[in-house]
């Protein structure tokens, strides 16, 4: 969580509530203790997908589902899950499978990096959420693939695995702000410094959840 615990519950007390798909799939979360971008960061998935019309949407990580079914929300047409982990996916399968949004969901097992070069785009939405050193990639791996108005979102920019205040200063100006060994820091530095950098596109961060870094294809 970015922001203060009273700004928090008043972005998520002012967004939607869970579907009880959702709110299963949020306890599950908590039982196993497992990473979910929450309902505030949800609710900016689902206005991205409805903002953009959306027909595609490829994650890069989609563990048990939870980021698809807010993109489902906002209308997608189709959206690629992809998981390393064979039972994250079943989990996400039976998930989405209850909440009747399956049959607009394609299951990919496998290396996100690996399963993207076989699909040809256009991507309308991109989430960017499986390992912090590989977020660069992903980006450079989509980015001929996005349409104008076209978006790429990133999780985990400014809290989660990464070292918030090391960030903050990468970006004010101090190249050696963040530790070479910390992979997690470095792979977001790397991405923020891509995309910021990347004729073509302009990106915000939105600090709802763990911190989201909203990049948009201009031309």
Same mark, same amino acid.
């Given at each position: 969580?970015v922001?203060?615990s009273? /700004?928090?519950?008043?972005?998520?007390?002012?967004?939607?509530?869970h579907?009880?798909v959702?709110?299963r799939m *949020?306890a599950?979360a908590?039982?196993?203790?497992f990473p979910s971008?929450g309902?505030? *960061? +949800?609710?900016?998935?689902?206005l991205?997908?409805?903002l $953009?019309d959306?027909?595609?949407v490829?994650?890069? +990580?989609?563990?048990?589902?939870?980021?698809?079914?807010?993109?489902?929300?906002?209308?997608?047409?189709?959206? &690629?899950?992809?998981?390393?982990?064979?039972?994250?996916l079943?989990?996400?399968?039976?998930?989405?499978?209850?909440?009747?949004l399956?049959?607009?969901c394609v299951?990919?097992?496998?290396?996100a990096?690996? $399963? &993207?070069?076989?699909? +040809?785009g256009?991507?309308?939405?991109?989430?960017?959420?499986?390992?912090k050193q590989?977020?660069?990639?992903?980006?450079?791996?989509v980015r001929?693939?996005l349409?104008?108005?076209? /978006?790429? /979102?990133?999780?985990n920019v400014?809290? +989660?695995? /990464?070292?918030f205040?090391?960030l903050?200063?990468h970006?004010?100006?101090d190249a050696?702000?963040?530790?070479?060994d910390?992979?997690f820091?470095?792979?977001?530095?790397?991405y923020l410094?891509?995309?910021r950098?990347a004729?073509?596109?302009?990106t915000?961060?939105?600090?709802?959840?763990e911190g989201?870094?909203v990049?948009?294809k $201009?031309?």
């Open positions: 969580m922001l203060p009273d /700004v928090s519950r008043f972005v998520r007390a002012a967004g939607p509530e579907t009880d959702q709110a *949020a599950f908590d039982e196993h203790d971008i309902a505030e *960061a +949800g609710a900016v998935l689902r991205l997908a409805r $953009t959306a027909e595609t490829f994650e890069f +990580g989609s563990g048990f589902g939870y980021s698809a079914s807010w993109f489902l929300r906002g209308g997608a047409d189709r959206v &690629v899950l992809t998981e390393f982990d064979a039972d994250e079943d989990a996400g399968r039976e998930f989405l499978s209850d909440a009747g399956a049959d607009r299951f990919e097992h496998g290396d990096m690996e $399963t &993207v070069e076989r699909y +040809g256009p991507f309308d939405v991109v989430l960017v959420d499986h390992q590989r977020y660069r990639d992903a980006f450079d791996a001929e693939k349409p104008v108005g076209g /978006v790429v /979102v990133a999780d400014m809290a +989660g695995p /990464v070292d205040d090391a903050l200063a970006l004010e100006g050696d702000a963040v530790d070479a910390d992979e820091s470095r792979g977001v530095a790397d410094d891509a995309v950098d004729d073509g596109f302009e915000a961060a939105v600090p709802v959840g989201l870094a990049t948009t $201009t031309e």
